[in-house]
């Protein structure tokens, strides 16, 4: 018997590429996304095809499916700092009564059930790099406050069904990841660096730039997300890559690549953004036997090659 996936937020970027690669495993694939931050244009081409199915549906009203259902992975949610200044309370809501409503789901159907956390969970780090262990630094009332607090709230709920309903669960917590079908606009530092100096723009650097991140290319996000689902580890698990990197950096990096003439400008950094994030995976090494393939210069092809289609045409 074919396994059965719901993918919320399947329209998105990851979501998107989960569905692909549970579609590729043979898998019935129901996906599920309002809309609001997804498109129709990231499954058009799984469409035809009679083991995908598409609900245009908001996860935070009570979620029906038919039939019987072995795994559920959470993956609805606004996520990039502008979404969130846009759509606070949608985001709030998504990650409480969204996850509450699919863990219920869960229950009924004795489904297992794969939730996206988060990097934001640790807030402006204190401690680097994060490892599960730590706790974070979150700012409750700050601008990523509903994000943040969101997804800390989702791996609450998703462990307590866990203790106290015997309910299969996983918790992964993705650092920044990057790839094709990423939206164009959304106000990250990667499709706007891309974008901007495919058009020859200033690259718009926030504060002096000398705040890191780790981007993972999305293949490597999926393969992890694979294996936990297959596990049978219940704590959070980090997905990430560990090459760390300056914005500053990777503002030339991308202008290298792209051979564009544009030049770096630097702008007001926004509130609570965090000064320096990578993953600790050691547990990701050890328990799933998983790390990153991807160098960013070769994840960063077939990423530029989409972004020269989507922004040039
Ligand atoms: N950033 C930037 N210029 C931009 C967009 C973002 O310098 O046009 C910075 C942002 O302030 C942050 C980093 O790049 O320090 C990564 O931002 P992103 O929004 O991609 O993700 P975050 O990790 O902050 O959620």
Redo the contacts with the bound molecule.
């Keep these: 018997m074919k396994k059965r996936v719901l993918i919320t937020g399947g329209a998105g970027f990851l979501g998107s590429h989960l569905c692909d690669r549970y579609i590729n495993e043979g898998c019935k694939v129901i996906a599920m996304d309002n809309l609001s931050t997804g498109s129709i244009k990231n499954i058009e081409h799984l469409m035809p095809l009679a083991d995908f199915e598409f609900h245009n549906y908001d996860v935070t009203k009570f979620v029906h499916v038919k039939g019987e259902l072995d795994y559920i992975l959470h993956f609805a949610s606004p996520a990039?700092?502008i979404d969130y200044l846009k759509m606070p309370i949608p985001t709030l809501k998504v990650g409480a009564l969204g996850t509450h409503n699919l863990l219920g789901l869960a229950k009924s159907k004795k489904a297992r059930m794969l939730i996206a956390s988060t990097s934001?969970v640790y807030g402006d780090p204190l401690v680097h790099p994060q490892n599960e262990d730590y706790w974070g630094n979150v700012n409750p009332v700050g601008p990523r406050g509903v994000y943040d607090e969101a997804k800390r709230f989702q791996e609450a709920i998703t462990m307590a069904y866990h203790t106290f309903h015997g309910l299969e669960t996983r918790i992964v917590r993705i650092f920044?990841t990057y790839g094709p079908r990423m939206r164009l606009n959304d106000?990250?530092?990667?499709p706007?660096?891309i974008s901007q100096a495919l058009r020859g723009e200033d690259i718009?650097?926030?504060?002096d730039?000398s705040?890191t991140?780790s981007f993972t290319y999305v293949d490597d996000l999926v393969e992890g997300i694979y294996r936990l689902l297959l596990s049978d580890y219940v704590n959070p698990v980090n997905l990430g890559n560990t090459e760390e990197i300056t914005?500053k950096e990777f503002g030339k990096e991308i202008v290298r690549l792209t051979r564009s003439k544009s030049k770096l400008i630097f702008q007001d950094?926004?509130e609570d953004?965090?000064k320096q994030?990578k993953p600790d995976i050691t547990r990701a090494k050890e328990v799933l036997n998983w790390q990153p393939k991807f160098t960013r210069a070769e994840g960063l092809k077939p990423t530029l090659e989409y972004f020269k289609n989507a922004v040039l045409g």
Excluded: H, K, M, W
């Design positions: 990039s700092p934001e920044n106000g990250r530092a990667l706007a660096f718009t650097v926030f504060g730039g705040q991140r914005i950094l926004p953004d965090p994030r």
